[in-house]
């Protein structure tokens, strides 16, 4: 009988297998040690944290300029991945909105780190390698916080696309200054950091939704009052 089932991936070699392991080992420890050191981590310092030597290191990437490129998208992507635990919006607005600011706050803090100041270095943003790094950052911090503004925004009654002025405060508040400045200039840990800035979103959009519905209101009164 046809099926419309795609043929199962032959099995790895060990070969390739050890290769997986190989590189996901040089993954995890790039990602700490550039976190730590931002972009001037060396090749050396990962081969320690990974126990991989820097020659099996350039086999899997051709430089060291390679290697942190890599290292900052797999940072960047990780630090956007889905927030597991977190209620949904529709259910428990404020729970989400305290969940997912936990969790972007920590994972900024954690993942992230020192690379974040990095990448907005003019030492490192001019070549091509890490202008794309940028273009990728920009797009996932663009399109993640359309995507958390219009949740909180549909899940608390508003109706159309957000205000701006919301769309902005999504975008301070669950971004890598805040978290940075607090930490740094403030002592704040990440998750007091998470607290703050969900009260201070609830507020917000509280605020924003009841404009809307005034608004709304005062346009439905002047309808009927041409109408009269």
Not at 146 to 172: C, D, I, K, M, Q
């Amino acid at each position: 009988m046809p099926t419309d089932r795609a043929p199962n991936p032959p099995p790895l070699s060990l070969a390739e297998e050890q290769g997986q392991l190989t590189r996901s080992r040089i993954r995890r420890a790039a990602m700490e040690v550039v976190a730590r050191r931002g972009f001037d981590a060396t090749v050396g310092e990962i081969a320690q944290v990974s126990g991989v030597s820097p020659r099996t290191i350039f086999r899997h990437y051709e430089s060291q300029s390679a290697l942190i490129v890599a290292t900052v998208k797999d940072m960047l992507e990780a630090t956007f991945e889905s927030m597991e635990g977190v209620p949904s919006a529709e259910d428990d607005l404020d729970g989400w909105l305290e969940g997912v600011a936990s969790a972007v706050h920590a994972r900024t803090a954690g993942i992230i780190g020192r690379a974040f100041w990095d990448l907005h270095d003019s030492k490192f943003t001019g070549s091509e390698p890490f202008e794309e790094v940028a273009r990728l950052q920009h797009d996932l911090r663009v399109n993640g916080v359309r995507y958390l503004v219009t949740t909180a925004w549909r899940a608390a009654g508003g109706t159309g696309e957000p205000p701006e002025a919301l769309s902005l405060a999504f975008a301070l508040n669950f971004s890598t200054f805040a978290t940075q400045a607090l930490m740094i200039d403030f002592d704040q840990e990440p998750a007091q950091v998470a607290v703050l800035t969900a009260d201070i979103l609830k507020v917000l959009l509280r605020r924003a939704v009841e404009a809307q519905v005034l608004a709304q209101g005062d346009a439905n009164s002047g309808a009927c009052s041409g109408q009269a």
